[in-house]
């Protein structure tokens, strides 16, 4: 999902150094989207830009909070894509979200100080690519986040690689955010405010 993502970025002009806990494997990733795309290590990668986007399984966010959590705090934005998923990243993580509130919530709470804003949680990097610019009607991407600066600079970010966003509440709605829910999947933006004004 990250090099998906990180190809509509590079489209729009953006920037972007990719980052793993293995760089090296993104060399190709990166020569194949051209000058716009670098490598680096997650240190690099927190530093290079003014967006952190996390783009990891869910059981990685505590570590990289640890680790580099500080320097994420200072970015105006950091878009969350990570979802927690039982099989992946096992039930007592899933548990332990759900015991926080949810994905938005919990989140914050392994990034203390992030300015924090979900989003694309529920479109699968297999069509992301595809539906960006839609030619019609924009895909709505659902976002969720508590601070309103960051809030607008997602959206503009959003705007810019062919999606409208639409806000629908704070952190604590980040729990509807997930794959296999009513948001998820591919919604027009009056689609997703119907069924956000739903949603506790
Ligand atoms: N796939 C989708 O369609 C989709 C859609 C929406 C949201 N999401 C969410 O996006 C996240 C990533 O999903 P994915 O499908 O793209 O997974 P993926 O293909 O397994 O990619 C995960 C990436 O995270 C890196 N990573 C793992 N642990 C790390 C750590 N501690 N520090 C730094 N990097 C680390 C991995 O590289 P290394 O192992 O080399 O570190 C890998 O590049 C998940 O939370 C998922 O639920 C996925």
Not at 33 to 59: C, I, K, S
Not at 112 to 127: D, E, L
């Amino acid at each position: 999902m990250g090099g998906a993502l990180g190809a509509l970025f590079i489209k729009a002009g953006h920037p972007v150094m990719f980052s793993s806990r293995h760089p090296e494997n993104l060399k190709d990733l990166a020569a194949r989207l051209g000058p716009l795309a670098q490598v680096g290590t997650v240190e690099q990668a927190v530093a290079f830009g003014d967006v952190v986007v996390m783009v990891v399984p869910y059981t990685a966010i505590e570590e990289i909070g640890k680790a580099h959590g500080r320097a994420i705090a200072t970015k105006p934005l950091v878009l969350d894509i990570c979802n927690p998923i039982a099989r992946r990243d096992g039930d007592a993580l899933v548990k332990w979200v759900n015991e926080q509130g949810g994905a938005g919530l919990a989140s914050a709470k392994l990034l203390p100080g992030a300015h924090i804003v979900r989003a694309f949680n529920g479109i699968s990097y297999r069509r992301v690519g595809d539906i960006a610019h839609r030619p019609g009607g924009l895909v709505g991407v659902p976002i969720a986040g508590d601070d309103p600066k960051a809030i607008a600079l997602a959206e503009g970010i959003i705007r810019g690689i062919g999606f409208e966003p639409v806000p629908v509440g704070g952190l604590a709605m980040g729990k509807h955010l997930l794959p296999g829910t009513p948001l998820a999947e591919e919604h027009t933006p009056a689609d997703i405010r119907q069924i956000a004004g739903g949603l506790r």
